[in-house]
Each structure stands twice: as structure tokens, then as C-alpha cells.
């Protein structure tokens, strides 16, 4: 399921985001949708979230951040959604 969030994410397609987003919310339950499609990560741990601003595409953020303030905690969106990190995150 990430997978295939990822994949919108990072081509930029918000109209097969939105249709992928009816389907879950119909499909899956709250942990589920938490877990693994905001949270969600690939292989190299990067989310959704980092391919839609890997990307520079605003309008998949943006709505990826409207289903995260309305399915995640504060420290959820804060520890795992905007300072989680992937494989390609630079450490200092």
C-alpha cells in the first residue's frame, strides 16, 4: 500500500492520490491508514511526505499534510512525518 502512495507521490499525480485516499479511508481502518500509507516507508525508509518534497510537488503535500492533522498525533507528526528520517537523510 506505501508503495503505491510513494509512487503518486513522487510523479505528482493528485487526482489518482485523492481516488487511492477514497478507497483507503473506505478499506482500512484509522491504525491502518496511520501506519501504513502517512507513515508508511520503502525499503529506504522514505515516506510519501519525502518524495512529494524531493519533488517540489506542493499540492501532494499539501494534501498529505491535511490527511496528517486529521489522522495523526502532534508528536506523530512531528517525530515521524516532518522530522523523520530515510537512507538519504544527511547526518551530521
Known sequence: MNE???YIAKW???ETLQKVWEWVKE???KEEINKKLLLGTDKNGTT???YAAMQGISEI???VW???KK???KK???DKLLLGTDIYTYQV
Open 4 to 6: 503505491c502512495l510513494d
Open 12 to 14: 505528482g499525480n493528485s
Open 27 to 29: 478499506n482500512q481502518t
Open 48 to 50: 510519501a511526505w519525502h
Open 61 to 63: 503535500l499539501q494534501k
Open 66 to 68: 491535511e490527511w496528517a
Open 71 to 73: 489522522n495523526l498525533t
Open 76 to 78: 506523530n507528526i512531528k
